[in-house]
DNA sequence: GCTCCAGATCGACGAGCATCTATATACGTA
DNA sequence: TACGTATATAGATGCTCGTCGATCTGGAGC
């Protein structure tokens, strides 16, 4: 019988022996995954993490009007932003007469944050 | 003078006052957002979230071939993911002949999983 | 040399994204 | 009712992304 070095390693799959440790990956740890992704992708635009960032630092809700001159985007720009956030969860709006009101909902983050520490 | 409920937040700012807490953005927040979403963009898809899933529940290095059959992607796909992750500074690899071993770098989520919790 | 194999790169294609301007909605005020 | 203001939506545009098949690279063995 060949030594494992002369054995590539899909020849040492078929023989049942493995290049390094076997790799499973349960279904359950996939699900997981797409949600968090979801998340991770909504967070992957410097602006919206930067929203979410000053949502956070100031605690209760952040007015709309606040917002739009932080960043050099127009105002559709930044409710289109706003819109992704809502979307994946992240944050949530309240509206108040003519304005609105952003905060970031508790534990949105939670679930990647425990997966990334 | 008009009492704050008559006033927009625009005349509000203008007269010195605010429909909320003033909201300020130093640049250190805004470099710092900058990396992090370059790193959370990285992690936003499906694909890339699990391949760093797999990596870190699989300590050491694992050879791609393994990681192939795992995800209904082609080679290339497969390739071409792991290379953003690594143009991320998430992974990193090593060649041992002709197989490469992938392995997360250690602290590379230390910047966004600390800004998360 | 030549051949085989693992992995990376290339080129193309369709889908999605970030951005803008223009417009709509909805509320407040006169 | 009519007007102004804050935010959201619509439509268009150019760029980026994920994916594939085809090809390239370079190490291993004959």
């Known amino acids: 019988m060949l030594v494992d070095l002369e054995l590539s390693p899909k020849q040492k ?10 790799v499973v990956y349960p279904d359950v740890q996939r699900e997981h995954a797409l949600r968090m992704a979801e998340v991770a992708k909504a967070l992957g635009d410097p602006i919206r993490l930067q929203l979410v960032d000053v949502l956070r630092r100031h605690a209760g809700k952040v ?12 105002q559709p720009t930044l409710s289109h932003h706003l819109k992704k956030l809502r979307d994946a969860g992240i944050v949530d709006s309240e509206r108040q007469g003519l304005w609105a009101y952003y905060y970031v909902i508790p534990d949105a983050l939670k679930e990647l944050s425990a997966w990334l520490s």
Do not use: H, N, Q, T
């Open 13 to 22: 799959r078929a023989a049942g022996e493995r290049c390094c440790e076997p």
């Open 63 to 74: 007015c709309v009007c606040e917002l739009v001159p932080l960043f050099d985007i127009s």
